[in-house]
């Protein structure tokens, strides 16, 4: 039987991006986004609004250019796939699970100077200076 596992998402950051290095050298990141949905309610005679927040893990070049040009409050687009974490509380001994986004592509949303693409594969922006541009 076939499947699809497939997310794309467009919303604020809610906090700064972490970024962190595991022992073989790779970066994760994780970024939070509050995702809003709008809506006529008919029976209320009123427009509604409905915020998801989403965290979502990132990797390679893709975290390290979060980490570098994304904060608190600015708009993204996020491709990627839902992954389930499950593990054992430590204090309760429970078994807990958390439903969470990969993100495989992620493009900066915003003015002509603020809009970049990171993907794990590679990245390139138009948002970069000339000035930082090493060569």
Known sequence: MSSFNKVILMGNLTRDPQVRYTP???AVGDISLAVSRSWFDKNANSRKEETTFV??????KTAE????YLKKGRQVLIEGRLQLDQWDDKQTGQ???KLKVVGENMTMIGGQKQQ???SNDEWSGSSVPDDDVPF
């Open 24 to 26: 073989g050298g790779s």
């Open 65 to 68: 250019v979060a980490s570098e």
């Open 55 to 60: 965290d979502v893990t990132l990797w390679g």
């Open 95 to 97: 078994k807990r699970s």
């Open 116 to 118: 970049a693409k990171a």
